[in-house]
Structures are given as C-alpha cells and as structure tokens.
C-alpha cells in the first residue's frame, strides 16, 4: 500500500475546515489555556516519546522538543506559531515512522487538552532554567520512595503520571525467595528486571512480576528493558539484608 503525503496547502486547508479555533493556518486564536494541566497532560501522554526540559521528561523515541523549535525560535518565529505547530501535530503527526518504525499516534489528547498541551510545549521550549510557581508543583518527581519487601513480595509501582521512573528508587528485601512486581497504572509499556534474576513482561496497564531468590548483603540494580526507559532513569536499587 502506497503512503499518500497531502500537500502541505490542501492539509491547511483540511485542518481550517475541521478546527474552528484555528483562525489561520499556522497559528491558533489567541484563547487562555491552561499550562498546568497542559504540563501534567504532556508528562503523562507525550514525556515517555520526547525529551522536554522544562517537564522533566525524557523520552528518546520521537525528537527531542527543546531541539525542534530551537532554529524557528532563533529565526524569529514566536510561542504562538510554535504553539500552532504543535497543536497541529497532536491532531495530525507527520506519517512517517522513526528509524524504529515506531509512529506517533494521533489525538493523544484532544479539545480543550490539546490546546493546553500545544500551549505549555510552546512557553517552556528551549528556554533555559526551570519552571516555577503552579507549574513547579504540577507533576511530582518520581523515585523519591523506598520500597520494601513484606511478607515474601516486594511491590514497586511504576510512575502512574507517566514518568519513565518507578515510585521508589530504592528497595529493600531480606535474603530468599520473593516475588518482585511492578503494578503499573500509566498506559505506557513497562517491565522490571535483574539481570541474572528474572524478568517481568512488559505490561502498559497491569502488573509485571517474576519470582526470584535474593542473597544475603547484596545488592541488586532493577530497571526497565523498554528501549530508552532506563537511559531516562527507571532504574533503581535494591539491598538484601
Ligand atoms: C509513541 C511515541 C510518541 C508519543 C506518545 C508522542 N510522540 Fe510526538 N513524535 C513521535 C515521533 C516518532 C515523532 C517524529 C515523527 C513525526 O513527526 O510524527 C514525533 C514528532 C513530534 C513533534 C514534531 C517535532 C519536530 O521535530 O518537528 C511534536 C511537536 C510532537 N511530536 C509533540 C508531541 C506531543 C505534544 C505529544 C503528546 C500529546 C506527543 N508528541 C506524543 C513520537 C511520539
């Protein structure tokens, strides 16, 4: 099956028709948005595919968004072209896949969501420093907890706000058979694993496990096989005592 790319000016043409709120092509009505739930919106369905400083998200499946507006910015476009150019991504992403094949699904978020995801994108894009205020507070870090082991299983959640990280960085666990699980909550494919322990599958809406034997004083590193998960930093570490 041959791939049809609309030219560029029947796809303008395409999106006026179907999205009032677009007053032109390349631009959107000036309208308040809401960037604090455009952030946790973006953290929990786009973070685990592009890396975004500002949200703390660092996906490597799609392109980095600090580095994609760069150059526009540089050469004079500003927040609300970007702001319609992201906008138009979520409702229509370009049809060609990654060198992984991997494509981004459209609609992630839509309406009103939409609007607030495309508006923080475009105020928080390549822009140095760290955000502050309502927005500082809007999405908890993950990894901050300590899991421990309890009647032969320990449980370490991943980030149900879409984090590539589990809640707790740390474990721990007393020496012999366990059963490890990572009930996960987020819509996005995770696993755990030890290497030379065991193996969960990866599971977007479930729970991963497998059964393991721990030894006395060690210390083992558990992490996330999905390409590019534990790069971003769901990995953690796990103490027998
Ligand atoms: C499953 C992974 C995945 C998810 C989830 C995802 N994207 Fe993408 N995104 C991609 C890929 C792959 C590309 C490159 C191909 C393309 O342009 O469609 C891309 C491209 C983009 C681009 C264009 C960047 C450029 O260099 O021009 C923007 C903007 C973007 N995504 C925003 C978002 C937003 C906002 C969300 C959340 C609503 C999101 N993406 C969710 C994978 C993803």
New binding site residues.
Partial sequence: MGKRIMPRAALCAAIVAAVPALSACGGVKDQQADVVAGKQ??VK??G???TLSHAGTK?T???N?DE?FQQSLQEGFGETAVRG??YK??LY??R???AQG????SK??SGEDAHD??AY?ASVTAKPGKDTGRLATAVQAAGGGTAVEKDGTLSIPADPNGQLAYEDAKATATAGPVTIEMPNKSGIGHDIVIDGLGKGEVVSDGTSSFKATLEAGKTYTYYCSVPGHRQAGMQGTLTVK
């Fill in positions: 919106l973006f369905k786009c685990a595919c592009h996906g499946t799609g392109p968004l994609a150019v992201v991504q979520i992403p370009n060609l896949p990654n991997i494509k981004m699904p992630l978020v995801v495309a994108v």
